[in-house]
């Protein structure tokens, strides 16, 4: 049934949806990169700021 | 999908949370009652006594040994999960609407209401972790008055000493916690008052709800709206399934303006959207009035819905919804 109908849905629809997937996992991986990042900063902030308080 | 009746609440549910591993349930009332149910089953483990009015919101900690719950008795409360004692009571001028623990557990936000010529406060409070949780600084680690439109919602991000906030008029923002100051806001993130928001499992998003009825998936560093789902209804809660690309959002018209025809008995809705294609997928109704408050296991297995009614309903996820792929077999990440 599932299949039936999945093949009555216009390529272009099919399109749109691989298109608004594509951007979501782009954003994602963005985002999750920038996450780890931010996270390796902060690390390193912290590192620093113990040993200004060590000297 | 079977759904448990939780019934124990006399009046509407506020707020509902699960803790980090899924299995217990927390439940918070206009009764002045918090409870904690086993999510599997629906049996009631325990009760949380001792607030003098509403209980309008509840989180637990990562290791569910502490809650927080804050009331319209102006506290803000610590308890102990598994004994059901409070442990510390903050008392302030106002009613505390919405509170929320750090990533780490060490910290918690709370906002208070402004009220009697008291304006609208965020406070955040260190929780010691040490010994049996009573003792606690009565003072906040920080206090600030936001600026503008009253908070409603918030949150912490992962960045230390920033919460994101979601207000009365429709903005939401993020806030230094040291300074008070408002680092980044997006003032038509909704046209109406921001009812709930909640974190992606990764804190690297979140979704809010609004009487604009509308919810919305944002970015929580740059605070752009990443997608946007139009209903017909003011909506109260939004929330993010975790392993499928799905969010469900609950409202509803206030219970004064629902006729109360047998016509409308059970039909209020929880709504399935994807969150890619901003498409409804799907609606599970039951609840005999507005849906306050959604939350969903953090494992994906099942979800719960607290109504206007007084009732709480879990439904188990069947294989069928852990199969469906309504749209093919496009990969999505979570």
């Not at chain 2, 409870?35 to 637990?60: A, F, K, M």
């Not at chain 2, 009614?309 to 309504?326: C, I, L, N, Q, T």
């Amino acid at each position: 049934e599932d299949a039936a109908e999945e093949s009555n849905v216009s390529a272009e629809l099919i399109a749109l949806r691989k298109r608004l997937v594509d951007e979501w996992n782009a954003w994602r991986a963005r985002s999750k990169k920038e996450q780890l990042e931010e996270k390796g900063q902060t690390v390193e902030r912290h590192t620093s700021e113990e040993k200004e308080e060590i000297e | 999908m079977r759904p448990i009746l939780l019934q124990g609440h006399e009046r509407s549910l506020t707020q509902i949370k699960f803790n980090k591993e899924g299995d217990l349930l927390f439940s918070c009332s206009k009764d002045h009652v918090i409870n904690v149910w086993y999510s599997h089953n629906g049996e009631r483990l325990g009760t949380y006594d001792g607030n003098n009015g509403t209980v309008w919101t509840v989180d637990v900690d990562t290791e569910s040994r502490f809650m927080v719950s804050g009331a319209a008795d102006n506290t803000l409360r610590l308890w102990a999960v598994a004994t059901g004692k409070c442990l510390y009571t903050w008392e302030f001028p106002t009613a505390v609407k919405r509170v929320a623990f750090s990533a780490d557990d060490k910290q918690i936000v709370c906002i208070t209401e402004q009220r009697m010529g008291y304006q609208c406060a965020i406070r955040v409070f260190n929780i010691n972790r040490e010994g049996d949780g009573t003792d606690q600084s009565e003072e906040p680690a920080f206090m600030f008055n936001p600026i503008g439109s009253k908070v409603t919602v918030c949150a912490f991000t992962l960045t230390p000493n920033v919460i994101v906030t979601g207000h009365e008029s429709g903005k939401v923002a993020l806030f230094n916690l040291k300074s008070g100051e408002e680092i980044l806001n997006n003032e038509r993130a909704h046209m109406d008052v921001v009812t709930d928001l909640q974190l992606s499992a990764d804190r690297t998003y979140f979704i809010t709800s609004s009487k604009d009825k509308t919810a919305r998936i944002h970015d929580i560093q740059t605070l752009m709206v990443i997608k946007t789902f139009t209903t017909e209804t003011p909506l109260n809660s939004a929330a993010i399934a975790p392993g499928k690309p799905y969010i469900l959002l609950g409202g509803g018209q206030d219970a004064m303006n629902v006729t109360t025809t047998s016509l409308r008995q059970g039909k209020f809705e929880t709504r399935f959207w994807h969150k890619v294609l901003e498409e409804e997928v799907g609606r599970v109704k039951g609840h005999f009035g507005p849906i306050n408050t959604i939350a969903v296991h953090p494992g994906g297995t099942c979800y719960a819905s607290g109504g206007e009614d007084g009732f709480v309903r879990v439904h188990h996820f069947d294989d069928s919804y852990f199969r469906a792929k309504p749209y093919g077999d496009l990969e999505i990440e979570d």
